[in-house]
């Protein structure tokens, strides 16, 4: 398959995006930005049955997420040795999810790297799927409604690539980047 046919999103090609970024459609990249992550991230966990719904999944596609993300916040192509920094980065944004910064890593070290290498959370952190978003003296997280404010920390990137000129450049270096990882 030629790279120019190759999906991007179910209804974008890469050569459709080029000819939308060539034109400097700020708007309807948005749109295919708010897209892309809703069919590789937010469709795949919602439309599971809540009876087989489980929080470290939700958790290991937030964190796919989340580093994904804030490389096109960064226009990185990729962030091989950079992981640690994305997720740093990421908390320090003004979102709802800032509670989960504060420079010290944990999030990190104990979700991130134990859902993803060893299938587990670590230092006594649990996941769930109810309750508040973190309860620290609990050490749990809800992944339902951590996954909810990252759907609108998507919304609000996808608004900045329409209005802030420096968002809209690192989204294009960082499309550059995954219409090359096409061919």
């Known amino acids: 398959m030629a790279a120019d046919k190759t999906n991007l999103s179910s209804t974008m090609t890469v050569a ?3 000819v939308l970024a060539d034109k ?3 708007h309807e990249l948005a749109r295919f930005v708010r897209q892309r992550f809703e069919e590789r991230y937010f469709r795949p966990i919602n439309s599971t049955p809540a009876t087989d719904k489980h ?15 804030e490389s096109f916040y ?5 962030t091989k040795g950079k992981s640690r920094k994305m997720f740093s980065d990421f908390f320090e944004r003004d979102t709802a999810l800032k509670v989960f910064g504060g420079g010290n890593a944990w999030f990190y070290c104990d979700i991130r790297c134990g859902i993803l290498h ?14 508040p978003l973190i309860d620290h003296s609990k050490k749990r997280i809800n992944a339902t409604r ?7 920390s998507v919304d609000i990137y996808a608004q900045l690539i329409e209005d802030d000129d420096v968002v809209w450049s690192h989204f294009k270096k960082k499309m550059q980047a995954v219409c090359g990882n096409c061919t």
Do not use: P
């Not at 999944?57 to 993300?69: F, G, Q, R, S, Y």
């Not at 951590?146 to 609108?152: A, G, Q, Y």
């Open 118 to 131: 060893q299938s587990e959370a670590r230092n006594g952190w649990h996941i769930v799927r109810s309750g």
């Open 16 to 18: 459709q995006y080029n």
């Open 146 to 152: 951590f996954i909810r404010e990252l759907r609108k």
């Open 74 to 78: 960064q226009g990185r192509a990729d």
């Open 24 to 26: 400097g459609d700020r």
């Open 55 to 69: 929080g470290f999944t939700i958790m290991a596609v937030c964190c796919l997420l989340i580093e994904t993300l």
